[in-house]
Structures are given as C-alpha cells and as structure tokens.
C-alpha cells in the first residue's frame, strides 16, 4: 500500500480551471435560453401538453349515454368541432373523420382496454391514451389534407394496424 | 502508460474548448430545428 | 512521483467479479440478436416465422431484446464491475462477501424467474410492462428479485465503505469507488418506485387478488424508476470514463473536485424529473410536467461538466504524447488500444445522445417525438452506446484482468469498436429522422398499412445499421469468449493486466472533505425528491381507481 498519508490539515482547494469555469456558465446560459424558448412556446404561443381532463371507468365508458358510447364528432354552431374517439385492441373508432378546414377541433380520446397512443401525424397531437382518463388536445385545421391517427403506443398483437384517417375538406 | 512530461502549469485545455464549441454549435442547430419543426406544426391547446 | 498504488484481488474475489460478467454476456449474446431481426423487419425481411416454435412473435423477441440487453446485461455487468472498484479502490476485501453472493444469487434466481414466462410467450409485455398490459405473475417476482438483488450488493458495497472510513478517516474515498457508491445509493432511492408499482399493485393484480390497476398511477411509479434507471446504467460508464480511461490515455484526471461535483449533483438530480417520460400523459398536471422539464434540464449540467473533465483530461494526456495544436492531441490518443477507443467512440455517440435527450426533456417539443422511432434511436445513443461499448471496452481489458489471459485479438477488438460506431451512426441517424416524420417506436413498420413512401429509404437504413451492429455485437462476444476459454495464460507485453486507475492532476486529498461528506447530499436528495413528487403522488394515489382488469397479449 503506497496510498499517501492523509494530512487532515491538508490544504484543499476546488482547483476549477477558468476555462471549465466558463464552459460551465455557458452551459447555464444555454439552458436558460432553451427552457425561455420552451416555456414562451408552451405559455404564451399556445403549444400546450395536454393534462388532466377526465377520468371514467373504461369497463363502462363505451356503454350507457357518455359521448364515448356514440363516439365522433359534435360539430358547435361556430363550426368548431369536439370529436370523442374509443381506442381498444386494435382499433380506433371512428376510424374514417371529416372536417372543413379552417375548424377547431377539440380531440377526446379513451381506452377501454389498455394503453394506446394517439398521434395525428403532420400536427403536434400526440397523446398517451389510458385506461380511465381522457387525453384532450386542440387544433386548428388550415391546410386541407389527408391527416392519419395512429397508434404509438404497443397494445398487442396487431398493434401495426391500428390506425385511422382524418380528412380535412375544402 | 507513464506520464510523458509535466505540463501542469502551462497546460490550458484549448483543444477541449474548440470541440465542446462545435458540439454546442451542433447541438444548438440540431434542437433548433426540432423546435422550429414543433412551431411548423400548430399549437395545441388544451 | 507516485507510483500507482498495486493491490491484486484474490483468486475468489476475481471469480465473483467474472460470474457476474459471464451472466451479462451471455445476456447480452441472446438479447442483441432480437435487435437486428427488428430491424430487417423495417424493410419487409421478417425472421420471426423462422424462429416459431422457439419465439412466437415480434414483441417476444422485443421483450427478449429489452430485458436481456437494457435490464439484464447492464446489471450485471455493473453490480460485477462496482463489486471490482470497491475492493480496488478501497484495496480491501468486502466487509461481507456472503452478503454480496446472496445479493447475486438472488438476481440469477431473479433472472431465471422472470426468462421463463417470457420464453413461454406470457410475458410479452416489454421491458417497460405498462399495465393494463398483463404478464404471468412469476415475470414481476423474477424483474423484483433481480432489483432486490442488486440492493444487496450494494449494501455489501456501503458496509465495505464504512468498514474502511473507520480504517482510514479523513482519507478522500477513491474516486471509482465513490462514483460506485453514489451509483448504487441513488439506485436504491430511484427503484423505490417501480418496488411500489410491482408490490401493491402488479403482483396482487397478476394474482387476482385485486381485478384491476390504476394504469395512469402505475405510470407515474414507473417512471421514477425509469428515468434514474438511464443514471444507474450510465454512471459506472462514468466511473470508468473519469477514474479510468485518463490513466488508459496516458495521462490523469484533469479535475478530482469536479468529477466528484458531478457524482453529487447525479445523486441530487436522477430521480425527481420523471414526468418528463409523460408529457403527453393524460393524467399529470402541465405544471408539474413543466417543472419536472426544469429539473431535467438541469441534470444536463453534470453531464456537461463531465464532458469538459473528461475531454480534458484527454487533451492533456494527448498533448504529453506529443500533440500540438488545437485539436493534435486526438489522433495521438492510444486508438490502438480497443478499450480506449471504444470509450472514445462511445464519448462521441454520446453527444448525439445528449443532444436528444434535452430534446426530449424540452417539455412542448416532446409533443413532435414522443413514442416515436426518435425515442429509440436516442435510447441507443445512450444505453447502447455511451453504456453498452464502454462496458465492451472495460471488458476488453477487465476480462484479460480477471481471467489472467490475453486478449484473443486486439486488432479484431479496435475493429468491433469502429463498426459498433459506424453502425450505430446509421440505425440511429435513421431512427430519429424516422420519428421526426412521425414512425412510431416499437412497432413492425414493414406490416404497418400506414407508411408513406418517404420512410422506405430511412427504413432500409435502420437495417443496414442494424446488420452491422449485429456482426459488431458478436465479434465482441467472441473475442471474449476465445479469451475466457484461452489456454495463453497471462497478457503478452504491451497488453493491459493491471487495472487502470488515474490519479489526478491535483491529489484527490487536495479536494475539500466536504465532497465527501453524504449526510447534507442525502437529505438534499430526499428534500427534493419529497417536493418534485409528493404532491402529485398523494394526488394520484388519494384518487386510486383500479378500475383495469387487464388483458394479457
């Protein structure tokens, strides 16, 4: 054993050389220009994640009288849309969705059997979807398209297929 | 591997600092664009 | 100058150390080959009907693929690795080397427990088994013994540590033991989440004592554990990167009190940011999401600290083989050295990882990539990449270490590296594009109905990564086996026997007593856990509904 002898009286020092010193304010500074992007991006330009909504039974929530036992969309009088969707193995339904462009819809997705995802491909809508709760995200329509909704989440076997097309009209 | 010579003193990690600049120039590039692609994309409000 | 303190583990601490190895590999050898049949599956070439009766489907061999490579290999490896960096660096034998054969034992009772049901096709459910997900009940008791395993191995490492403070007070703890303390110590507070999660919930559903789960709860419990599980991979990578790899380079650690800030602000900072693994979650408050991705944020800043200490230490040892100029030293490293490059190429993965991980934190812009293919092309940036080759390249010289062999090839060793590299460039270049244009993860694309003809190019190149990753991943395997089972006894001149530990430029007694000092770091920890995660986990466990009954796939 060669270790050194311990002076406890040793005189100690962090010893930071000034380049480490400042990669390390460099590295703050570019965290905090990161994170004012995010958060204005999140709190003032509206591109929110989504958060609690709703929780319901998934053993009953496709039976009986909720919006989930007769799922699509409830079109509003100013023309925006609330569009209710049931993910189960390994489906979406509806699977087939049209809505006029320039509308607001208003997603309201739920599982009644195990985890899904819920990601509209070309937007920013991308949603866990769990038994007992109801993911919730809105968007505006410009551009009239072909937009699909797929599943992200593995629930299964033919978890591959399950998917389903929203179609923006003129 | 011995230790060649003692550099200690003069030793200023300039090299470390070239490549930690590029890796921030990339990394702030590759976020960037990932953040204008979310831009691109639409709000989403909840 | 000081010569490198020598002290040789005994014959039976070296066999302890290479059980563990030899379970890891052997892990790592089954796990790997799902990874590429995956791939190929991308473009249309599907194995899988091959393998009936053996594995009955894609996610079998998914299954197989995560538990053997991200949860098997790595605890393994690292439970026999953190078992070698506490006697060395202590240079004293385990206070209780019983305690830490149960604690092994236990993980392999654990391993065996948990395989069985997934080589049976009723545990397909992934490594991340999100409930309502269900698999047979022994899956959980096996995934719950090989963590409680790995706890008392630590607690064998935290009795050894206290044994030899008693012995040595007022010493700095060697640094690779110290990285090894916090790994474990942390990893003790991070699995009380998925402990909870298993116990109170997953096991008496499985058992049917209660009919259903809260799949939103067992979320949140998880992914306390998930993401401190990516520290408990990657800090003894660390370990090695710091207390090791400056040594291998020819040089010395370029800042002790650094490394060790960086090992405390990994303890303080590793748990409490979990919701940002459920941004999109339905059932997590926004602001809680944003003030985990804060958090998150900042456990980048150790991980950049780490980038400077470690490069530099690099620069060093390259400008005193003879470097010059801004960027002279790189190519004056020791590449030929299969252990040092492929730490060095693991560093260089990293920073992509990094880069895509403080993406993934970035809390609105998670909503571009979330369960996407970007996720697993990150996921291989890290734990397959800074984790995964830099255990390859400890291997290279632990294995020759505690075998007392030479190295069947270095040549074929520097080799592997380099096309681990390059195939990891392409598979996960390939990935993230993919989820940039929306693939989702873990899905067989090539039978999906949805692919738009622009992902057919990235596709094929998640293939072509993957079959070099594939031919990479077995050289490595081979070259350790024709290694262990070698009649060369002892390493040839210029081989590595003796383990590599750098000192630093400045003593690491020079570094101030209060950087080891764990009661104020310990109740920081908890302080901030209690606080990032109290006030939700009371939320959501008083609004308990287990109302799931579950399906098995």
């Keep these: 054993m060669s270790e050194e002898t311990p002076e406890v009286s040793a005189e100690t020092s962090l010893h930071i050389d000034p380049y480490e010193r400042n990669w390390m304010r460099l590295t703050v500074v570019l965290l905090v220009v990161f994170a004012t992007a995010v958060t204005i991006a999140g709190f003032a330009l509206g591109f929110q994640v989504p958060s609690p909504e709703e929780r319901v039974d998934p053993r009953t929530v496709a039976i009986g009288d909720g919006p989930f036992a007769d799922p699509g969309l409830r079109e509003y009088p100013d023309g925006s849309y609330d569009l209710y969707i049931v993910s189960q193995m390994f489906s979406f339904s509806p699977n087939e969705v049209t809505v006029r462009a320039g509308s607001e819809v208003t997603f309201y997705v739920t599982s009644i059997d195990v985890q899904h995802g819920f990601k509209l491909q070309n937007t920013n809508v991308n949603m866990q979807i769990v038994p007992g709760q109801v993911s919730k995200l809105t968007v505006t329509f410009d551009e009239p398209g072909t937009y699909d909704y797929i599943c992200t989440e593995y629930c299964g076997s033919a978890h591959a297929q399950m998917y389903g097309t929203l179609t923006v009209e003129k | ?46 | 100058m000081l010569t490198t303190p020598t002290y040789e583990l005994t014959k039976s601490e070296k066999s302890f150390v290479s059980i563990h190895l030899l379970f890891a590999f052997v892990a790592l050898a089954i796990g790997t080959l799902f990874g590429p049949l995956q791939a190929f599956e991308f473009s249309g070439v599907d194995f899988y009907p091959l393998l009936e009766p053996v594995i009955q489907s894609y996610y079998q061999g998914l299954t197989l693929h995560g538990v053997l490579n991200a949860l098997i290999f790595t605890t393994f490896f690292i439970t026999g690795f953190l078992t070698l960096t506490t006697i060395y660096g202590l240079k004293r034998p385990l206070k209780y080397p019983l305690l830490n054969q149960i604690g092994f034992w236990t993980m392999v009772v654990g391993l065996v427990m948990a395989a069985v049901p997934i080589l049976l096709n009723q545990a397909s459910v992934l490594y991340t088994f999100y409930p309502p997900l269900k698999a047979n009940v022994f899956f959980y008791f096996g995934l719950t013994l090989v963590v409680v395993g790995s706890w008392i191995e630590g607690y064998g490492f935290i009795f050894t540590w206290r044994e030899w403070r008693k012995e040595n007070p007022g010493v700095r703890t060697p640094l690779m033991t110290f990285g090894g303390l916090i790994t474990m110590v942390m990893w003790q507070l991070a699995t009380l989440g998925v402990a909870v999660e298993i116990l109170t919930m997953l096991i008496p559903w499985a058992l049917g004592w209660i009919d259903g789960v809260d799949p939103q709860l067992a979320r949140t419990y998880f992914w306390f554990t998930g993401h401190p599980l990516v520290y408990f991979w990657l800090l003894p990578a660390y370990v090695s990167w710091y207390a090791m790899l400056p040594k291998q380079a020819g040089g010395k650690l370029f800042s002790d009190s650094l490394a060790r800030i960086a090992f405390w602000l990994f303890l303080l900072l590793s748990v409490p940011l979990g919701f940002h693994h459920q941004f999109v979650d339905p059932g997590v408050p926004a602001g809680w999401k944003y003030i985990h991705a804060v958090l998150t944020y900042s456990v980048f800043f150790p991980s950049m600290i780490t980038a400077f200490t470690v490069i530099a230490s690099l620069e060093r040892a390259g400008r005193a083989r003879g470097g010059k100029g801004w960027l002279g030293w790189i190519p004056k490293l020791p590449w030929n050295d299969p252990s040092v490059s492929a730490q060095l190429l693991a560093g260089i993965l990293f920073f992509f990882g990094g880069i895509g991980g403080i993406t993934n934190a970035s809390y609105n812009i998670n909503l571009v990539i979330h369960n996407t293919a970007w996720v697993s092309g990150h996921f291989h940036l890290t734990v397959a990449s800074a984790v995964a080759l830099s255990f390859m390249g400890i291997s290279y010289w632990l294995v020759p270490y505690l075998r007392g062999k030479r190295l069947w090839s270095r040549k074929w060793a520097v080799i592997q590296t380099w096309l681990w590299f390059v195939g990891m460039l392409i598979f996960s270049n390939a990935m993230h594009v993919l989820g940039l244009l929306g693939a989702p993860r873990r899905t067989p694309l090539g039978e999906a109905p949805y692919i738009p003809e622009e992902w057919s190019g990235h596709l094929l190149r998640t293939s072509i990564g993957g079959a070099i990753l594939m031919v990479s991943a077995y050289m490595f395997i081979y070259n350790i086996a024709r290694t262990w089972w070698s009649k060369k006894l002892n390493a040839g001149p210029g081989e590595l026997v003796e383990i590599p530990a750098a000192e630093s430029v400045h003593p690491a007694q020079q570094t101030p007593a209060k950087l080891d000092w764990w009661t104020p770091w310990l109740i920081g920890t908890v302080a901030l856990i209690l606080v990032a995660y109290g006030p939700q986990l009371i939320e959501q466990i008083g609004n308990i509904d287990l109302s799931s009954p579950g399906v098995m796939p």
């Design chain 2, 1 to 46: 591997m011995e230790e060649i010579k003692s550099t200690e003193e003069e030793f200023h990690p300039k090299g470390t600092a070239l490549v930690l600049a590029i890796f921030v120039l990339v990394l702030i590039l590759l976020w960037g664009t990932v953040y204008l692609i979310l831009l691109s994309r639409g709000m989403t409000t909840v």
